[in-house]
């Protein structure tokens, strides 16, 4: 597979047509395996001197936010660098000078930013319902099972078992157990098809992992949110609709949320707290009964509380011991910054009103006779970047 890629790499360098194995936008590990495996498959069984090169649809700075498929790449020896990526390669070049043929893995239907590419599609292999009305028009090979990989993992073995390797059986095989929730008879994901391939691989390579230690590992790395951003855990798991000219993004938080604990056992101060009903389960609102008790004297209860959280967090499995120190030095610099950040936002609740305007025969009025400027979102994210920007400057000037 390493040398695969790093053929398929170099493919783009050269002025040649392309066959283009395309996963999906979200770029789960279905799609991403879905695609490697394909491509490499096409490729080892093309009678012509055709190209077939493996797409992930996504940037690559995006790859950190899929944990597991980070931690799949890294147990069977691919390094992230030979990967191509959506930012990588120009399909709408390569579609308009005619050097493109696309094949969709893990999909069928076209995102409307890529509507002229549907000329382009030559193949589809996909596990979902088909839409008909968006398919392209094209071979068509749609199998409502649990996983895309086995429908990939078919094709091989139906068709050139022989190129089947220990590290394309790995990839399959821990794909199809996480897709299919580990082959649990209770959740009812897996189809007999999905049984039938896990088994065949199992009898081809008995020293594939067990299935209950690759499913946990990959289980735990995908809701690992360990080391990202707050960002980063916002687009982790982000999906998005349109409709009539709006967009609404929905994202998904993989973590425990502890304060309300906090809160409702504080004494020091006193909140006196009164749960309101909610309409959603994750989602805790109080009425507070001490309504003297303001933001900036409930930071410090918060940043105790988060302090207590970040302790009992340990280094990641698999990520050296200096790394962990590193996060939490940054950790350290960012509560710096974000701390100057509230201490400004909260000075409003207790400060002084402003002084009289001075006389001043010069001029008129003064510009704060009608009181501070209106902050808006603008402005605050504004100064969120500086303080962003102030920090990462800092700490590259204490790196040299």
């Keep these: 597979m390493e040398d695969y890629l790093q053929g398929c790499r170099a493919a783009l360098q050269e002025s040649r047509p392309l066959h283009v194995v395309l996963g999906n936008e979200a770029c789960d590990l279905d799609s991403m395996v879905s695609a490697l495996t394909l491509a490499f498959y096409l490729a080892k069984t093309s009678e012509a001197e055709e190209i077939f090169v493996p797409v992930l649809n996504i940037k690559r700075s995006e790859l950190p936010l899929r944990g597991d498929n980070v931690f799949f790449l890294q147990k069977v020896h691919i390094p992230e660098t030979l990967l191509i990526f959506r930012d990588e390669i120009d399909l709408h070049a390569l579609h308009q000078a005619g050097q493109l043929t696309l094949i969709l893995v893990d999909h069928h239907v076209l995102p409307k930013s890529d509507a002229a590419l549907e000329e382009a599609v030559a193949e589809v292999l996909d596990h979902r319902p088909i839409e008909h009305k968006h398919c392209p028009p094209c071979q068509v090979s749609v199998e409502l099972v649990g996983s895309c990989t086995t429908l990939v993992a078919e094709r091989i073995l139906q068709g050139a078992p022989e190129i089947l390797d220990r590290t394309i ?43 209950d230690d690759i499913f946990d590992s990959l289980q ?51 909140l006196k707290l009164t749960p309101l009903p909610s309409t959603h389960p994750d989602l805790q609102a109080y009425l507070q009964g001490n309504t003297q008790v303001s933001r900036k004297k409930l930071l410090p209860l918060l940043q105790e509380a988060l302090s207590a959280y970040s302790d009992s967090m340990q280094t990641p499995p698999g990520q050296p011991e200096t790394e962990g120190v590193a996060r939490e030095q940054a950790d350290k610099e960012s509560d710096r910054a974000g701390n100057s950040l509230i201490t400004g936002l909260s000075q409003d609740e207790e400060d002084p009103p402003l002084p009289p305007t001075p006389m001043n025969s010069l001029v008129d009025e003064c510009p704060l006779d009608q009181g501070l400027p209106k902050l808006s979102a603008e402005a605050v994210f504004e100064k969120c970047s500086q303080i962003s920007l102030s920090q990462s400057a800092t700490a590259s000037l204490s790196k040299k």
């Design 220 to 270: 735990k790395a995908k809701f690992d949110v360990s080391g990202l951003t707050t960002e980063q855990m916002l687009r982790k798991d982000l999906k998005t609709i349109y409709r009539q000219g709006t967009k609404v993004a929905v994202s998904a938080i993989y973590m425990d949320l502890e304060l309300c604990d906090v809160l409702e056992r504080s004494q020091s101060p006193p």
């Design 169 to 211: 059986a790995e990839l399959l095989h821990g794909t199809i157990l996480l897709d299919c929730v580990n082959m649990d008879r209770k959740i009812g994901k897996a189809t007999p098809k999905d049984s039938q391939y896990v088994e065949r691989l199992e009898a081809l390579f008995p020293d594939l992992p067990r299935r």
